[in-house]
């Protein structure tokens, strides 16, 4: 796996030469247009725009830009869903399979603004069907920012829980005989994340965090461990482990470490910081199927201040084979 990261304005220099399609995400999100801004629509022929039908509208205008700017291109609409992973995963399979019939055999796929789940979901299709694809390519935007202009013990990305459930496609090997071992990457979120607890009521919890010299900023790092805390104040007996946020094999190999140090149990993941970490537990379930992808859907989101764009992405291929 090679990892890169660079500046936003100088992405173009670091891309393959032939892309045949673009994979990017429409949200509500400012950070959703930025790797779109800065790569040439002449490098593509189809541009694969997932719309979730469920945030459609807060993300409208962000969409009509998507359209404008590859209004040259051969457009083909993923209307996933945020409520339904079955949904998704048809979009998913619909969307790129069109583009393969077609032709399309090179990928460059934005990760940012995706839901978890529906980044998890794309994932498995690459996996599943790598040998019908050539070269894929993935990207990252990092942000500058989060619950922009709020204190730490104001920030909120979302809230409440709309269900909990695994992920389509990674359903572990639950065997009610066994003891469960919930295992956590910690973002922001520790509200959210203690609902995952409460439903799992694992018998062995592990929460990790990123270590600072692999958060993507230093005030990143230092909020993830005041939630880290936070969490960590609301339960007794918590392992705390570190993860690279910014690097999915690093996190793949965080996950491995730390569910060998309790062999035969149950082992559900969840992944709730970056992107790139959540591309981690991924990979772990690709080479552990015994483990169960969990995901929480928020009853809704910070529309209004989320997120800020940051100047530097992460370009990265990833070992689907």
């Known amino acids: 796996m090679y990892l890169k990261r660079i500046l936003i304005k100088d992405l173009e220099s670091h891309l393959p030469g032939d892309i045949d399609a673009f994979i990017c995400c429409s949200s509500f999100e400012a950070r959703c247009k930025t790797i779109a801004q800065n790569v040439s629509a002449k490098r593509f022929r189809w541009v694969i725009i997932a719309e979730n039908e469920n945030l459609f509208e807060v993300g409208l205008r ?61 994932l498995n299709y690459f996996h599943k069907y790598i040998d019908r694809f050539g070269e894929l390519t993935f990207l990252y935007t990092s942000a500058s920012e989060y619950s922009v202009g709020d204190l730490p013990e104001r920030m909120w990305l979302s809230r409440g829980i709309r269900e909990i459930r695994s ?5 572990g090997n639950i065997m009610p005989a066994r003891k469960s071992h919930l295992i956590i990457l910690l973002g922001f979120e520790a509200d959210r994340a203690a609902r995952l607890i409460e439903q799992y009521e694992p018998s062995i919890l592990s929460i990790g965090y990123g270590p600072k010299d692999t958060s993507i900023t230093p005030a990143h790092h230092e909020m993830n461990v005041y939630f880290c805390r936070k969490l960590m104040a609301m339960y007794s007996n918590v392992l705390k482990f570190s993860f690279p946020p910014n690097d999915s094999l690093g996190t793949k190999r965080a996950i491995q470490k730390q569910i060998n140090k309790f062999p035969n149990t149950n082992v559900i993941v969840s992944g709730m910081n970056t992107k790139l970490s959540t591309i981690g537990t991924a990979l772990a379930a690709f080479d552990n199927s015994e483990i169960q992808l969990a995901y929480a859907e928020p009853d809704i989101y910070n529309f209004s201040g989320y997120s800020a764009p940051g100047s530097h992405c992460y370009v990265f291929d990833l070992p689907l084979r």
Do not use: C, W
């Open 62 to 122: 962000n969409t009509m830009e998507f359209h404008s700017r590859f209004a040259s291109k051969i457009i083909i609409k993923m209307k996933v869903s945020g409520h339904s992973p079955i949904i998704t995963e048809d979009a998913v399979a619909y969307s790129i399979a069109n583009a393969l019939s077609q032709g399309a055999k090179s990928f460059l796929i934005d990760t940012t603004t995706f839901t978890r789940e529906t980044l998890l979901i794309l």
């Open 167 to 171: 992920v389509l496609g990674f359903p």
